[in-house]
């Protein structure tokens, strides 16, 4: 199908609200959105939910906030109506039902009447004889008029697609090319459920037809049933949309599918494969959206970081890799974190504090602000929060070793003596970075030691780590009652150690 400013790109979505929302379905919706906005054509999502047994009440929530978070805005669909609606499957069984028939009256489909049990008994009988398991066309042979007082008088019944039964289909799909398939190993699919409902198949060729869709870009899993969607266009007098199968997204090793599972890495954090819980652990969509953008596609050999308008205004198909992508997570870890540098102080602060409140932290806006530039070069994600600031919010440092309170090359005697030295400056000096500096390596200065001798035990003191942020910064921000209570509560430590 040729488009142009008078007949327009039309991409969509299509998930079937069956589980939680995987970044593959993500990978695939940014695809479609991109493609859209490149072309300045219109991005549809449609709910596919016309198989009601794996039906997730659940999941449409998971899907609708999933598409949200990641900004990918859809045209027309769930929430937004549109001119073609209405866009969840099961609101549209009429229309099947329809088509179903005309399929029916051109002999290019037929009404099934066998039960379950001889299906699979008949399955069993091709197999035995050396054929591939399957339907055995019994029904295909029926008398169409018979079948249709047999239906009539209220025999359930399955409608199958007439497969031919010889010969091959060729089918183009713009990233992996001309794919053939030879009839003798394809079935005749059901199209139309005994319950009057469709298959994914039957709604979903109808469905691209009367929705005016351009493009499918789905994922590679939909291969197969390229064929038969091919003679269901050819059975409707249909011209089909193009194709275009994006490729696997395979596991960090390279080896299998990407798991459907969220597992944890050997440090006991996380693999998200979610979008929710992506958005839980704190990755921006900004970097979400690029990463996922690299799965499958690129701009050149180098360019890695690449806005929402970058990547609108250089996505196009022909750089869509027919080869399987692996994902990556340190990839994406890398991305999160130079997003999160690259926010303003003010912007990050804002995306910190729900994940500060979560994590059980006294904190506001306000209170945040200050912590941000301190931490934004050691979190890799927004989750991280609950560790790199616990000390500014907590009003308990959480438990740690007094021995980290002694400096190398010093003993307990001389952590003490810079404790309470540091103690009593801290008391009268003025909370300010120079102030402290200037109070701190004097008193190192007085001591004789080197200055990472003086700092390390009030660093650990207040901080409860010998990691933690700038020194002075943090005493400030941390303001004298809190530094001197819990230089208190060290000397006490190491006077039991
Ligand atoms: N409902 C299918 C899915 O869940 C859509 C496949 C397609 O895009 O045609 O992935």
């Not at 008949?122 to 295909?140: I, T």
């Not at 652990?281 to 970058?310: C, H, K, Q």
């Amino acid at each position: 199908m040729t488009t142009s400013a008078a007949n327009p790109v039309r991409v969509r979505y299509a998930p079937s609200p069956t589980g939680d929302f995987h970044v593959g379905g993500a990978r695939t919706a940014l695809f479609n959105y991109l493609f859209a906005r490149h072309t300045g054509g219109k991005f549809i999502l449609r709910i596919e939910d016309t198989d009601q047994k794996r039906y997730n009440p659940q999941a449409l929530g998971w899907l609708l906030g999933g598409l949200r978070y990641l900004g990918l805005d859809w045209d027309e669909g769930p929430e937004v109506g549109g001119d073609y609606g209405p866009y969840v499957q099961t609101q549209r069984l009429d229309i099947y039902q329809r088509y179903s028939q005309q399929l029916l009256e051109s002999g290019a489909a037929y009404r099934c009447f066998c039960t379950s049990e001889r299906i699979e008994q008949a399955s069993k009988e091709l197999q035995k004889q050396g054929h591939n398991p399957g339907y055995d066309r019994h029904c295909r042979s029926l008398d169409p008029e018979e079948a249709t007082r047999r239906a009539a008088a209220g025999e359930p019944h399955t409608v199958r697609f007439k497969m031919p039964l010889e010969g091959e289909i060729t089918v183009r799909d713009l990233i992996r090319g001309d794919i053939t398939f030879q009839h003798s190993i394809l079935q005749d699919t059901v199209l139309m459920k005994s319950d009057g409902i469709p298959t994914y198949h039957l709604a979903n060729v109808i469905d691209d037809h009367l929705m005016e869709i351009t493009h499918i870009l789905r994922g590679d899993e939909w291969v197969n049933s390229l064929p038969l969607h091919a003679h269901l266009y050819a059975a409707f007098g249909w011209q089909p949309p193009v194709m275009a199968h994006l490729p696997l997204i395979l596991n960090p090793t390279g080896k299998g599918k990407m798991s459907k599972r969220e597992d944890r890495a050997p440090d006991g954090r996380i693999l998200p494969v979610f979008v929710r819980t992506f958005h839980e652990t704190g990755y921006l969509p900004e970097a979400m959206i690029n990463y996922l953008a690299l799965v499958g596609w690129s701009f050149d050999d180098r360019t890695e970081i690449m806005s929402r308008e970058e990547l609108i205004e250089r996505f196009t198909l022909e750089r869509v890799n027919a080869s399987p992508a692996v994902w990556n997570y340190e990839k994406l870890d890398h991305l999160n974190g130079c997003y999160i540098r690259s926010l303003s102080v003010e912007d990050l602060t804002r995306r910190l504090v729900p994940y500060a409140v979560k994590a059980g932290f006294d904190v506001t806006y306000e209170k945040m602000l200050p912590v941000t530039p301190l931490i934004r070069e050691r979190i890799t994600t927004l989750v991280d929060v609950a560790h790199a600031a616990d000390f500014f919010f907590l009003a308990e440092l959480p438990p740690y070793n007094p021995a980290e309170l002694i400096p190398q090359k010093a003993d307990a005697a001389l952590a003490l003596t810079v404790l309470e030295k540091a103690h009593s400056r801290l008391a009268e000096t003025e909370f300010t970075h120079e102030a402290l500096e200037a109070a701190l390596r004097g008193e190192a200065e007085a001591l004789k030691i080197k200055t990472g001798q003086m700092f390390q035990p009030v660093r650990v003191a207040v901080c409860g780590r010998k990691a933690a942020p700038p020194l002075f910064e943090t005493l400030q921000v941390l303001g004298r009652t809190t530094c001197l209570a819990r230089i208190e509560k060290a000397i006490g430590k190491l006077k039991n150690i």
